[in-house]
């Protein structure tokens, strides 16, 4: 199986940074797409951020500018640099992590990590 593990998570005070990693371990054959996306108490999950393979790059409007995502290929990890945050920042973010595996090669498969709180308050 695959596992998949953020941290970084935290308090900050509003204009501060803080950033998130997300680290895929297991059987692992190629990891595609890394995402990240946020949820916080009675709301859908939203997406955040995303980056392909090739170091593609995709934003939610509502973090453009302030959040960076990057990733390791040779260590199988993302990264969501954060900056400038928000009180609505705060929210319990996961990385959902594409992967072929070494036992089924022929697919994409999802995997989702436990989350990693991030609060925003003064």
């Known amino acids: 199986q695959v596992q998949v593990v953020e941290s970084g998570g935290g308090l900050v005070q509003p204009g501060g940074s803080l950033r998130l990693s997300c680290a895929a371990s297991g059987n692992i054959f190629n990891v595609h797409t890394i995402n990240w996306y946020r949820q916080t108490p009675g709301k859908q999950r939203e997406f955040v951020a995303k980056?392909?393979?090739?170091?593609?790059?995709y934003y939610a409007d509502s973090v453009k500018g302030r959040f960076t995502i990057s990733r390791d290929n040779a260590m199988n990890t993302g990264f969501l640099q954060m900056n400038s945050l928000k009180p609505d920042d705060t929210a319990n973010y996961y990385c959902k992590i594409e992967v072929q595996t070494d036992t089924e090669r022929g697919r994409v498969q999802d995997f989702w990590g436990q989350g990693t709180q991030v609060t925003v308050s003064s």
């Open positions: 980056i392909t393979r090739s170091h593609d790059a």
